[in-house]
């Protein structure tokens, strides 16, 4: 069997002993690599090949872990050091081997890549793989199917039609599901429940594994269109591993046409995975699918309950999801037969995850194509720097979409200089655009304003004595939500009630909000437009995916005259109706030393704009701002992102700043400030010096304090050519952190709080 010869090359072996087999098991915990087994009698005969998924006993305890290979896949320099070898006789048995699919040799190549690449134990990435088939639930799962008879009492509305529709058409279904199919509130499922409608059943199979066709509905394609999902229906039809960037003004048919990508890579009977930065706009998304495909792709994300969670891990280790749409911890569900990735919004730093292990999905997303032999394409209407970089340098290929489909023009979008349009006092929107939304909304269309910051008020403030609310764990100020009466951190979310008087004079009545958050505005649109129906879209007012689809539902029936929302609401989303989108603020991202800054708000507003006018009506962007002049204004206004994009990177490519240099941040968190500045300044010592490297730093985090965690940063900076993981890994051994501090390694920081 493949573990005994495995142990007989074990150069570690002391020589003259009886050898018993073993097999090296990778558990998802922090260790550097994995642990050496014995295989017992009674399993003698289990295939215990690579990637089996096994429980083996760790001290006391029993833990879930995969069979690893023993050779590494990575150069010597990426790969961990090597675990200390354990005498025959200290050696533990495996317990069991679980009747579970095997880890996949690329999911395996995956997580030694992405451990080696981030810095992260490979069991701690491997958890990210495995999260779900620890928790095994045995009882079958019910559901919700209709009454029959139906009680004779029940009082009909048409969301209650709806819900019955839904449910008669699909069969059992779980509360939330008949909610996100029939675009209602949940409460409106538990309704129909109480009042006997519905009675609960056992649940079939989950419908998103039915195999979708990819000759069921193709869209008609001409021009641009047909030659970009030309191209992209060969490189799925060839397979092996490439790059595209496919690039298309807002409304252009991107969706449209990576669908033709995915129907390609499903008429050669292969998986498709496709990342979103946000789960919310899962919602739309799977609709269009369904109406392409004849059929729902299986859905991944955080809020997926336990059930479903593992139902779907296990129908993609068989190959029974052939279409997987998810957040960017899909990326680590077992395929078995990945034959197509798409990333889209690829510019979103959502991909980037910052706790844990810190990884960028999109960069994971086309290591795993690598892995996988299979083309990834990226797409966006405004792409990173990074993308762009590697379109310039002939790594990634371009395709690209210049005009809206179906004739739609492009909004016009428009700057509102606050300094010659002020609000009235007290107010935040300029009277051009509260004029512009009287006009698009006396037309019957929709309009939108965006404000990319949550609550009432960001800034609380003694009039008397001008002391600021802040949060007694962080270095942020406390944010107002007025609808819960309370003052609240975003970044730990410790809250207080509003006080009644001031907490540093008592003077009463003097604390006094600062800026405007959305619920502000909103309070504002109301009292300005008492007639208009208004919508929040933020991710605290719409809690999951459920409530968003119902929202978007609304605004889709043209319920809604005027929608109100955070970054939620910039995202891919269709609405035909909406002619106008006003920004709140479009100043917002451009303070802080961000490197990428104006980049993101060009990417962010740009998106937001694109909102704007899908149909047949024209669409009308007003940004507000005092800064009018700025370039990130300017750009919006023409239009013209290439020349924006351009001196982005003249300015980042003498300082070798990414995507022209390499970046990775060291962020030391301590109990005390002197245990962080100690650890600091150590590692500000040991810091590594030579030719195309510089260290900046130790400095004190924008953040200093988060979580009551007192906070430093390093950065180091290299040239392209230079792999910082050897160097991090290097720097990192000199240094032991003081007691109460640790080290985190944020490979290619998108964040620099
Ligand atoms: N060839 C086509 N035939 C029919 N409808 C199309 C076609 N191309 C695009 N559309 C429709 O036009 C609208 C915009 O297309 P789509 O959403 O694919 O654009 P997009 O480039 O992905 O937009 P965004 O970047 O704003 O998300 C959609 O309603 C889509 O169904
Ligand atoms: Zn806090």
Redo the contacts with the bound molecule.
Sequence with gaps: MAHASLDKRDPTRKPGKTTRPRVRVLLPLPFPGPFDYAVPDSLADADLRPGAIVSVPLGRRTETGVVWDNDSVLPPEFAPPPMPAVADGRLKPVAALLDLPPLPAGLRRFVDWVAAYTLSSPGMVLAMALRTTATIPTAPVLGWTVADPPPPDLRETPTRRKVLEVVSAHGPLTAAEIARRAGVGVGVVRGLADAGALRPAPMAAPPAFARPDPDHNP???TGQ?ADAAHSLRELATQGGFSVTLLE?V???????IYMEAIAACLARGRQALVLLPEIALSSQWTG?FARRFGAEPALWHSDLGPRLRRITWRAVADGAAPVVVGARSALFLPFPDLGLIIVDEEHETAFKQEDGVTYHARDMAVVRARVAGAPVVLVS?TPSLETLANVGAGRYRHLVLTAR??GATMPEVRTIDMRAHPPERGLFLSPVLTEAITAATGRGEQAMLFLNRRGYAPLTLCRTCGHRMQCPNCTAWLVEHRARQILTCHHCGYQEPVPPACPQCNAEASLTPIGPGVERITEEARATFPDLRIQVMASDTLPGPAATADAVARIARREIDLVIGTQIVAK?W?FPHLTLVGVVDADLGLGGGDLRAAERTVQLLHQVA?RAG?AEAPGQVLLQSYTPDHPVMLALVSGDFEAFMRQEAEQRRPGFWPPFGRLAALIVSADTPDAADATARALGHAAPHGEGLQVLGPAPAPLAVLRGRHRRRLLLRTRRDVAVQPLLRHWLSLVKPERGARIDVDIDPVSFL
Excluded: Y
């Excluded at 807002?250 to 449209?256: D, M, R, V, Y």
């Design positions: 869209p008609v394609l269109q298309g807002t409304g252009s048919g991107k969706t449209e269009r209407a489909h179906g891919g269709h694109g899908r």
